[in-house]
């Protein structure tokens, strides 16, 4: 072990010994000095996400828009980790890796959460000056979620005694990249009764007065960024308007929200 650690020691002196002016020309390393770069390896990579109930591809924003890869290249109990931006789908290390043999572990990464894993190769030789493209991996999510929402018109309630609001109507839409728009037609489970079926974004349907203490619920969901399309109504005048952008999120997990509806006091009928 003390063979070791002096070897390397030696090894980094030598580094330290080339980023002087030794055999420098004009600030830098002559055509005959010694290469940092030709010293060290590096690795490559790529990836995919798919969801692990349909088999088909997930786009990373559709996770999070700061998902991430993490992964750890290992070497004698030591190595180094990189991270890189999911939705770029493929990266090439920047930490210079020491002439050696590794292996390699990746992680999925939401909020600093590890959501998926993959089992990466191990006894990959890289030697000075080498960049090393490992095998494509696919990390395997359940990119689905549940959503609770309420809807908040005024301090003392949504209806009557409150804001008066006699119905609503709903509906929510894809709110992600260029390919994922469009209506997102969903059911609406209410706590105090019945269903909302937000099936018709062009002309949603109109619900008895949802109170505000009451929950609207979807039990699955695609994650990803949607917004929905809240009106308050008195009678046929739209009175109380939101238009939120909500994040369903991943893995299952809930998103609970309160949704603050603003009055459309200049419209006439809504005072």
């Known amino acids: 072990m003390l063979f070791r650690v002096l070897t390397r020691a030696a090894w980094l002196i030598g580094l330290a010994t080339w980023s002087g002016c030794e055999g420098c020309d004009g600030g830098g390393f002559d055509a005959g000095g010694p290469d940092l770069g030709a010293a060290v390896g590096r690795f490559s990579l790529s990836w995919s996400v798919i969801d692990q109930m349909t088999g088909q591809p997930v786009n990373c924003d559709q996770l999070d ?46 909020g600093g959460a590890t959501i998926a894993t993959a089992t990466g190769p191990s006894g990959v030789v890289i030697g000075p000056g080498q960049e090393v493209q490992l095998q494509p991996i696919t990390f395997q999510v359940d990119a689905s979620g549940r959503m609770e929402l309420r809807l908040l018109a005024s301090a003392a ?115």
């Open 65 to 110: 828009a700061n998902a991430s890869v993490f992964v750890q290249a290992v070497r004698e109990g030591t190595g180094a980790v990189e991270s890189f931006a999911c939705r770029n789908l493929q990266g090439t290390s920047t930490a210079p890796l020491f002439p050696g043999t590794y292996s390699f572990h990746y992680e999925l990464h939401i």
């Open 157 to 271: 309630g949504n209806c009557a005694g409150g804001a008066a609001i006699t119905g609503f109507s709903l509906s929510l839409q894809h709110a992600g990249p260029a390919d994922d728009t469009g209506c997102a037609p969903v059911v609406f489970v209410l706590s105090g009764g019945g269903m909302y079926s937000a099936t018709d974004c062009s002309a949603p349907a109109v619900s008895r007065c949802i109170a505000a203490d009451e929950t609207l619920t979807v039990a699955n969901l695609p994650s990803g960024a949607y917004q929905i399309h809240v009106r308050g109504k008195k009678g046929a005048i739209d009175c109380w308007v939101n238009d939120d952008i909500l994040h369903v999120p991943a893995q299952g997990a809930l998103l609970t929200q309160t949704l603050n509806l603003a009055m459309q006091s200049e419209t006439p009928g809504c005072q």
